[in-house]
């Protein structure tokens, strides 16, 4: 019996040749050749396995943690600054630092995620580092007043050390919080097929209305006197157990919720798949073939499946790990590949900017709004006065207002789905956003408490669509541009692929810059008409602004 060496297979593959014995052809690249010219389509189609709704839930339940402690935050940064003394003139500063940071280092963050090469996963070992973070901050926020008490005795430097502590507590918790966001939805598109990354996005919306509502009665609830506040010593304290056992028991769930491979393994797993599949393909189409560098049985078993598993977990750039995830990274060119972007990503940005900015107006200034125009309270009065008591039954009631709209939130991320078919994720980016704009200009028009309250429902609905429509959107975009590299003719296979870390993360930055721009705007212009009513009316403007902006620019789904 006569073996086939390499050059008789060359031979047999030759063009034109046909060996009437042997029903195939073989491709005679070398290894590395055929690696490098590998085209994507035989593991483009593969999709990571579906993924039950427990896990699902594991995953959002981050989304609870978050948005509980954002409420508490919500609730008593207020009452907290100024217990510790802090002059109004810095209310702004604290406001800004954190979207100006965030802003800034976001993409940095985004793009790293997609080229870390962690074991431990890509995206997961920045949601820990930003989770404890976020636990560092609400600590220092709630506490810090106590613990400089108990270490500083001298007056004055007492009071700035616990300004200065406070200060930096909220900015850091805010900085964590605004930026884990961006890890978690790159994290959920990694290991998720498209079915299920629609699923995932629902119940982050679910989870986060459901967070908000349970931080905001915890808020509401009077702790000082109650056994708990006796044992811990106050009321900030029981709130601080609460926040904090809850945000750390849901990250835990959260980092354990989905496997997630590491980018060295899932690179090597797609490669060796690939030649694998190619070896079985040899060794079954000639006789007496020998493949060359066959590994072990078992080992070829465990990887190839990981691969199959995995092959669209990875975005394109870990697909090419020598064009991309030896690139160094700066923020100039972070900045030059976020102002490059196709034209259907700037505009999603663009409408996210405008969502955010429309939503901040209202969500930042509502409590206020409730006590100075529809209760007509005076925020200025002396504090045992009537007026000042009345606008503090405002602020109460507009504590309410936003555990209604965080209810309503969770509500209509289940309507979303029912909706979805008939009308397209670009009719429910128009819908959140029209819906939000009309019922913001009813309240500014015609302030009374009933109204107002039932109408708080449209801004859960705002905010369900600004945590899921948009990512939805970045989603689809990507399984298009797939779906296109895995066409013949197409060129988009020749370039080099997009991550969806720094899509999340262009978005989320959107975010920083709507707080920015309401941080340094909204208070001029309040103080300029000298009523807080413009607060509304400007929410509703930019709303609706929004809507023409979406059916114009935003480019729909097939």
Excluded at 111 to 134: E, T
Excluded at 258 to 281: K, N, T, Y
Excluded at 349 to 365: E, I, Y
Aim: charged share 15%; hydrophobic share 45%; with cysteine.
């Amino acid at each position: 019996m006569t073996l086939v060496t390499e050059e008789d297979r060359c031979q047999l593959a030759a063009p034109g040749s046909r060996d009437s014995s042997l029903e195939y052809s073989y491709d005679c690249r070398s290894k590395e050749d055929f690696v490098e010219s590998m085209e994507p389509a035989p593991f483009g189609l593969m999709e990571p396995p579906r993924r039950s709704r427990g896990r699902l839930l594991m995953h959002a339940t981050l989304m609870f943690g978050r948005e509980f402690c954002y409420a508490v935050e919500a609730a008593f940064v207020t009452p907290v600054l100024l217990s510790v003394g802090l002059p109004r003139s810095l209310y702004s500063l604290v406001w800004l630092l954190s979207p100006m940071l965030g802003f800034v280092l976001q993409p940095i963050v985004g793009s790293s995620s997609d080229r870390c090469r962690s074991r431990w996963g890509r995206r997961r070992p920045y949601i820990l580092a930003l989770g404890l973070l976020m636990l560092a901050g609400l600590t220092l926020f709630l506490n810090g007043d106590a613990v400089v008490s108990a270490i500083v005795k001298e007056r004055t430097l007492k009071r700035t050390s616990a300004i200065v502590v406070v200060m930096f507590g909220v900015v850091l918790f805010d900085f964590a919080a605004d930026f884990i966001d961006g890890p978690v939805k790159a994290y959920l598109f990694d290991v998720c097929s498209y079915q299920d990354k629609e699923r995932g996005l629902h119940y982050h919306a679910l989870l986060t209305g459901l967070g908000g509502a349970a931080g905001y009665l915890i808020g509401a609830m009077d702790w000082g006197h109650s056994a708990l506040g006796v044992l811990l010593g106050s009321e900030y304290q029981v709130i601080y157990f609460f926040s904090a056992l809850t945000l750390g028991i849901f990250l835990a769930v959260h980092l354990f919720s989905i496997p997630e491979s590491p980018l060295v393994q899932v690179v090597d797993s797609d490669l060796e798949a690939s030649m694998r599949l190619l070896g079985s393909h040899a060794s079954g189409g000639v006789y007496g073939a020998l493949p060359k560098d066959t590994p072990p049985s078992h080992e070829v078993r465990a990887r190839s499946f990981s691969a199959l598993g995995e092959a669209n977990a990875v975005t394109p750039s870990a697909k090419q790990p020598n064009k991309e995830v030896g690139k160094r990274m700066t923020l100039k060119s972070l900045l030059l590949t976020m102002l490059n972007m196709p034209n259907h990503y700037r505009c999603l940005c663009v409408s996210h900017l405008l969502g955010w900015t429309a939503f901040l107006c209202n969500m930042l200034f509502f409590t206020d709004f409730m006590g100075q125009i529809v209760y007509k309270g005076n925020p200025y009065a002396d504090h045992n006065s009537t007026a000042y008591l009345t606008y503090e039954r405002g602020v109460e009631v507009g504590c309410w207002g936003l555990c209604i709209n965080a209810v309503s939130s969770a509500l209509y991320s289940y309507v979303q789905r029912f909706l979805l078919p008939y009308i397209g994720l670009k009719g429910l980016y128009f819908t959140g956003y029209f819906v939000f704009g009309l019922g913001t200009s009813l309240i500014g028009l015609f302030p009374n408490i009933v109204s107002t309250l039932t109408l708080c429902a449209v801004f859960g609905v705002m905010s369900s669509t600004l945590y899921t429509v948009p990512f939805n959107l970045i989603s689809e975009y990507h399984r298009e541009e797939e779906e296109e590299k895995l066409k013949p003719e197409s060129e988009s296979g020749k370039q080099e692929g997009r991550g969806t870390g720094t899509d999340c993360a262009a978005l989320t930055c959107m975010v920083q810059l709507a707080q920015i721009i309401v941080g340094a705007g909204l208070g001029a212009l309040v103080n300029m008409v000298g009523s807080v009513i413009v607060v509304v009316l400007s929410a509703s403007t930019v709303s609706l602004v929004g809507c023409l902006f979406i059916v114009f620019f935003i480019r729909d789904v097939k």
